[in-house]
């Protein structure tokens, strides 16, 4: 990706675009941050709606799955994160910051965690473009998801095992 095609995309000229971004890094870190705050933003409207949960904040993460154009932003910036790993730093800060709430769920350490990381595999398995559910499959997936979180389903050991 070029900064040139960037420009073109984003329908600026060359120098109101490089006003505003000195570099692509510069680009990055912006996009990086907006992603965040709009994912926050969006489960934040989610947690609201869930707010006879036994743990709103949980039912809201599988609501607030990223959409597809967020995906394919988060595809560039996995690309651009290859050539500088530190572009990564506050999504890093971010996720410690999400899974120390999710250790604290009133649902559980292993039922958030479960859900957490059945989330973001099913985020990166996006991102990196692998055919891992069908759209029946993923419903049915994230409703399951859902239904984990919000108690209607829960995690029952296996017999013999506690």
Known sequence: MTLDAVVVRAGLSKGAFLYHFKTKRDLFVT??????????AVQANHERRFAGDPD????SQVE??????????GAALLAAAAEDPTLLDPLREWYRVQYERARRSPRGTETAALIML????AL???????PILAPAERRHFFRAL????????????AKGRT
């Open 31 to 40: 996009l990086i941050d907006e992603m965040i705050r709009a994912f926050d």
């Open 64 to 73: 607030a799955m990223p959409d597809d154009e967020m995906q394919k932003m």
């Open 118 to 121: 059945a989330l973001d595999g």
């Open 146 to 157: 859902q239904d984990l979180a919000s108690g209607h389903l829960e995690l029952v050991p």
């Open 124 to 130: 990166f398995a996006d991102l990196l473009g692998l």
């Open 56 to 59: 709103p904040w949980l039912s």
